[in-house]
């Protein structure tokens, strides 16, 4: 059985980031905002607010996590870019899916995230070899390069993107079902 906490495994990859290796990652990043609202598109509070797995967060939980979590990447990104090897901050990811934000419409954090990622794709594929070679400091993971985090971020949308469409079927919630 598939472990629900990772139901497309863990992000895997070995040896240098290839240019097919980009382009593949690129495109699924580009692509995750419209796929997140589809899967998401008609599902009722009730819905939203089911967790993905015992002890895990809720749908509406794991919408707000993504637009969080991208934006924090994207500042890394600029952070990267513009600062030599720049030390991060951490933040703690449970404690902020606790604030009240966190249970508020996923409307807004899909336009968001949206938006977002238009402005991310388009400085993505601007970066040449030699930026993409640059890194930052995570305080806890240590050193990670860019083009090895567009592969961590394009498999960090594609992760939560499964949390929610085996929720969905799990829970046997067709489509058509779904309150509009």
């Given at each position: 059985?598939?472990?629900?906490?990772?139901?497309?495994?863990?992000?895997?990859?070995?040896?240098?980031?290839?240019?097919?290796?980009?382009?593949?990652?690129?495109?699924?990043?580009?692509?995750?905002?419209?796929?997140?609202?589809?899967?998401?598109?008609?599902?009722?509070?009730?819905?939203?607010?089911?967790?993905?797995?015992?002890?895990?967060?809720?749908?509406?939980?794991?919408?707000?996590?993504?637009?969080?979590?991208?934006?924090?990447?994207?500042?890394?990104?600029?952070?990267a870019l513009?600062?030599?090897?720049?030390?991060?901050?951490?933040?703690?990811?449970?404690?902020?899916?606790?604030?009240?934000?966190?249970?508020?419409?996923?409307?807004?954090?899909?336009?968001?995230?949206?938006?977002l990622h238009?402005?991310?794709?388009?400085?993505?594929?601007?970066?040449?070899?030699?930026?993409?070679?640059?890194?930052?400091v995570h305080?806890?993971?240590?050193?990670?390069?860019?083009?090895?985090?567009?592969?961590?971020?394009?498999?960090?949308?594609?992760?939560?993107?499964?949390?929610?469409?085996?929720?969905?079927?799990?829970?046997?919630?067709?489509?058509?079902?779904?309150?509009?």
């Amino acid at each position: 059985m598939t472990d629900p906490r990772y139901p497309i495994g863990p992000f895997e990859h070995d040896g240098a980031v290839t240019s097919d290796d980009l382009a593949r990652w690129l495109d699924q990043i580009e692509a995750f905002p419209a796929q997140l609202r589809q899967a998401v598109e008609g599902l009722d509070d009730e819905q939203l607010d089911t967790t993905y797995r015992p002890g895990g967060w809720t749908l509406r939980q794991v919408v707000h996590h993504v637009a969080d979590s991208h934006l924090n990447s994207y500042v890394r990104f600029k952070w990267a870019l513009t600062e030599e090897q720049p030390l991060i901050k951490a933040y703690d990811e449970g404690a902020w899916a606790e604030l009240d934000d966190y249970r508020a419409p996923i409307g807004p954090a899909l336009d968001f995230l949206a938006q977002l990622h238009a402005r991310w794709i388009t400085l993505l594929r601007s970066l040449s070899p030699e930026q993409l070679s640059r890194n930052f400091v995570h305080p806890d993971s240590g050193a990670t390069e860019l083009a090895r985090n567009v592969g961590i971020y394009a498999w960090h949308g594609r992760h939560h993107l499964a949390h929610i469409t085996t929720t969905i079927e799990r829970e046997g919630w067709a489509p058509r079902a779904r309150a509009r």
